[in-house]
């Protein structure tokens, strides 16, 4: 079964994160043969094919046993078709997440931070963002980063967004080991908006979500 993660401080919220530990046999016991064949026949890579099973089992956690299917705007952000709500997808190596809630949009990413966010660091990460990072766990805060704004990114949907121009994350708060929150905001072409973000460590991964303060 997935994990699941209930955020207090973002009410109506629903989080399901699942770690693929699972063979594809097992995985296609949890959804119909209808499901599986455009499943195989779209995604050859196996990894991407776990993934894809996976997500459809969180759907149909999310429809309480009803069957929800995805549709997408304009803008390329998936919403669920048989309910009403705003919804957001991730997955990394091994993990898979759906991020939902009833009124509000929403941004769920799953980074599995490593080096690499270093080496990108200057495209991303502005002037405000470089006076707070911890110097001494640069990776960790810079990861961060990259992760809440991988999560607007979402949130807002559409093109022509700057990460390092337009996205802005503030220092997070209520910060323990493993998880904390802050706000970040958007301000470019689309206008202003402000989101409130919370992040945790798993094993092995940052989960971060956002939700658009209205």
Same mark, same amino acid.
């Given at each position: 079964?997935?994990?699941?993660?209930?955020?207090?401080?973002?009410?109506?919220?629903?989080?399901?994160?699942?770690?693929?530990?699972?063979?594809?046999?097992?995985?296609?016991?949890?959804?119909?043969?209808?499901?599986?064949?455009?499943?195989?026949?779209?995604?050859?890579?196996? +990894?991407?094919?776990?993934?894809?099973?996976?997500?459809?089992?969180?759907? %149909?956690?999310? !429809?309480?046993? +009803?069957?929800?299917?995805?549709?997408?705007?304009?803008?390329?952000?998936?919403?669920?078709?048989?309910?009403?709500? %705003?919804?957001?997808?991730? %997955?990394?190596?091994?993990?898979?997440?759906?991020?939902?809630?009833?009124? &509000?949009?929403? !941004?769920?990413?799953?980074?599995?931070?490593?080096?690499?966010?270093?080496?990108?660091?200057?495209?991303?990460?502005?002037?405000?963002?470089?006076?707070?990072?911890?110097?001494?766990?640069?990776?960790?805060?810079?990861?961060?980063?990259?992760?809440?704004?991988?999560?607007?990114?979402?949130? &807002?949907?559409?093109?022509?967004?700057?990460?390092?121009?337009?996205?802005?994350?503030?220092?997070?708060?209520?910060?323990?080991?493993?998880? !904390?929150?802050?706000?970040?905001?958007?301000?470019?072409?689309?206008?202003?908006?402000?989101?409130?973000? +919370?992040?945790?460590?798993?094993?092995?991964?940052?989960?971060?979500?956002?939700?658009?303060?209205?």
């Amino acid at each position: 079964m997935p994990l699941y993660f209930n955020s207090l401080q973002t009410p109506g919220a629903r989080i399901w994160v699942w770690h693929l530990s699972e063979t594809e046999n097992t995985l296609k016991k949890f959804i119909s043969e209808e499901d599986f064949i455009p499943i195989s026949n779209h995604y050859p890579h196996p +990894q991407r094919r776990l993934q894809k099973i996976a997500i459809s089992i969180l759907l %149909h956690h999310l !429809g309480d046993g +009803q069957i929800v299917n995805l549709l997408y705007n304009d803008e390329g952000k998936p919403f669920p078709q048989e309910i009403p709500g %705003h919804i957001s997808i991730s %997955h990394s190596k091994n993990y898979v997440g759906l991020l939902y809630h009833p009124l &509000i949009s929403c !941004g769920l990413d799953l980074e599995e931070v490593d080096e690499r966010v270093l080496r990108i660091g200057p495209r991303f990460i502005n002037d405000q963002e470089y006076n707070w990072i911890d110097k001494d766990n640069l990776m960790r805060d810079s990861g961060l980063i990259w992760s809440v704004k991988e999560c607007l990114f979402k949130n &807002i949907g559409g093109g022509g967004i700057l990460f390092k121009e337009h996205l802005k994350v503030e220092p997070p708060l209520l910060v323990s080991i493993h998880n !904390g929150a802050g706000k970040a905001s958007y301000d470019g072409p689309m206008g202003k908006k402000m989101f409130k973000y +919370q992040y945790e460590y798993l094993d092995g991964v940052l989960m971060v979500h956002t939700i658009a303060i209205e």
